[in-house]
């Protein structure tokens, strides 16, 4: 069974975050693992804003040492990681087990939020994180302050963005315009360091998105521990997220989620109808 590590934030609504990583690594049949580096929650009477605590760099190691405590993971995937220290201690882990396959999501804007909610992470994810990653994943907001090109308003812009963060250290990068960008598609940026290519998909008009670029992120770690390459790992994670925003689920009067089951339901449903039709 793949192994899968996700050094995350915890998202107490459940849609993004740790538990979306986790949601996800179990559709796609992989073993997740986890270690939790800060703690959002919501405030319902001040219009659900966001506050994020962290978890301290000994309470971070001793979790990473429980995941360590058998063989290595085949991939690690990182989200919100609270603080820099977080960030040094998780990268000292992934260079001290030689992890090659690292999939940096690199939290700094979320969605639900007008509020920057990682500003000091973006340092540490510079000088720590986008040497060790296989793959980052920025939406159009982190892609814009990352490259230091601010605001991104089209594909050429993508771009430029994703060569910059690639000289960064980053040896894939996916720039995702999501509904972010101005367009009537939802089309991401792939580059590879040699090539761009843009992947596109429907733009579901729904504020049901919340988990989004959590969940695109960790489908991609688990495509690439089940063995795809990087570019089909992020092809599958796009319709996967697809499926999931397509069906996104109200689940109280401020926030809609994602729903992360909907594309093997999906599946399901069409071998059932297939079979119906025997
Ligand atoms: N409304 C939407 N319809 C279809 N795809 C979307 C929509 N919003 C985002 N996506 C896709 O979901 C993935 C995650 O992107 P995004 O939501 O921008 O990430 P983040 O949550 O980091 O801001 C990308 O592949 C993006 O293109
Ligand atoms: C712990 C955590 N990580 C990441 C995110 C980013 O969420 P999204 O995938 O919707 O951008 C959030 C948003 O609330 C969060 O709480």
Redesign the pocket.
């Known amino acids: 069974m793949e192994k899968v590590l996700t050094i995350?934030?915890?998202?107490s609504s459940g849609g993004?975050?740790i538990q979306?990583d986790l949601k996800t690594f179990e559709e796609y049949g992989v073993f997740g693992f986890s270690s939790l580096t800060?703690i959002?929650t919501m405030d319902p009477d001040n219009g659900w804003s966001?506050e994020v605590t962290s978890i301290s760099e000994e309470m971070l190691e001793k979790q990473l040492i429980s995941v360590f405590a058998g063989d290595p993971m085949d991939v690690i995937k990182t989200?919100?990681m609270g603080n820099e220290k977080n960030i040094a201690l998780a990268s000292r882990y992934i260079d001290f087990y030689q992890i090659k396959n690292v999939v940096i999501d690199p939290?700094i804007a979320?969605?639900?939020t007008a509020q920057i909610l990682q500003p000091k992470s973006v340092e540490g994810i510079k000088k720590y994180f986008l040497p060790q990653a296989l793959i980052a994943t920025p939406n159009l907001e982190e892609a814009g302050i990352l490259s230091g090109l601010g605001d991104l308003e089209n594909i050429e812009d993508m771009k430029k963005a994703a060569s910059i963060i690639h000289q960064m250290g980053a040896k894939n990068v996916i720039v995702k315009g999501g509904h972010r960008l101005a367009s009537d598609k939802a089309l991401d940026v792939f580059y590879d360091g040699k090539n761009y290519q843009v992947l596109e998909g429907p733009l579901f008009a729904t504020d049901f998105n919340?988990?989004?670029?959590?969940?695109f992120a960790a489908a991609i770690a688990a495509g690439i521990a089940k063995g795809y390459s990087v570019f089909n790992a992020c092809k599958t994670a796009k319709a996967f997220v697809a499926a999931g925003i397509e069906h996104g689920v109200s689940i109280n009067p401020y926030v809609g989620h994602i729903w992360h089951g909907a594309y093997n339901e999906a599946e399901k449903r069409m071998v059932a109808a297939d079979e119906n039709n025997d």
Do not use: L
Not at 8 to 11: L, P, Q
């Open positions: 995350a934030g915890s998202d993004a975050g979306a800060s959002v966001h989200g919100m939290v979320c969605k639900g919340h988990g989004a670029g959590c969940t």
